[in-house]
């Protein structure tokens, strides 16, 4: 079946850095990526959908400078979250083709 | 719009307790009903799933009935084991095939105690 691998599973950093999160499609072609937020103790929070070869969609109130995604090719899908402060820290998850989602990545910004 | 309503946790069980998370819905249309589970420190797996009405999905003797008529699709097993402790969300998508939409509730986190 579809599998999604996401990378890193968990990074720390320093405020005002930049992480990058990737996710992979390894079996398949992914045209479309989504991705999550989920807070402590909450459920997941769509952020943006990544469409390979054009501009990424982004919901409500999330801040596509701050959050920005690529999915340059149909196999990878990057989420990098520019000059990170402590309230960005948080669980951010990908989700593939059909249902599958990445493991996640536990980010945490000190 | 559409959303989806879980009970709230987190709930305790003893091992070989069974185990029912309520879940409803509203949505118009003929969504298509998920359970995923997500482990601690972990991503979110897909346990089972139901596309149409009277649909059961069944996985590691988990299983939940798509019921139109109460809009419900409510988790049950059996008999839990402690390795069963994990968050459980219940979800909908509005028409199978449309992926860009996955609706979340809020989660139900279980605690089975040997």
């Known amino acids: 079946g579809a599998v999604v691998s996401q990378h890193p599973s968990w990074v720390i950093c320093k405020s005002g850095t930049s992480v990058k999160i990737e996710c992979r499609s390894l079996d398949f072609q992914a045209t479309t990526m989504f991705w999550y937020r989920q807070f402590p103790k909450q459920s997941l929070m769509l952020m943006a959908t990544s469409n390979e070869g054009s501009k990424a969609t982004y919901e409500q109130g999330v801040e596509k400078d701050k959050f920005l995604i690529n999915h340059a090719s149909l196999t990878l899908s990057t989420l990098t979250v520019t000059s990170a402060h402590p309230e960005d820290s948080s669980f951010y998850i990908c989700?593939?083709?059909?249902?599958?989602f990445g493991s996640g990545t536990r980010l945490t910004v000190v | 719009g559409d959303s989806v309503t879980q009970m709230e946790g987190p709930v305790t069980l003893s091992e070989e307790a069974f185990l029912t998370i309520n879940c409803t819905y509203t949505a118009t249309g003929y969504p298509s009903l998920f359970w995923y589970v997500q482990y601690p420190g972990e991503g979110l797996q897909l346990l089972l799933k139901a596309t149409k009405a009277d649909d059961k999905g069944s996985n590691k003797g988990f299983e939940a009935t798509y019921r139109k008529e109460t809009t419900s699709f409510h988790l049950e097993k059996g008999s839990v084991q402690v390795s069963d402790s994990a968050v459980y969300f219940c979800?909908?998508?509005?028409?199978?095939?449309?992926?860009?939409?996955?609706?979340f509730g809020p989660g139900t986190s279980l605690s089975v105690i040997p």
């Open positions: 989700r593939g083709a059909g249902y599958t």
């Open positions: 979800a909908l998508s509005p028409a199978l095939g449309s992926y860009d939409k996955v609706i």
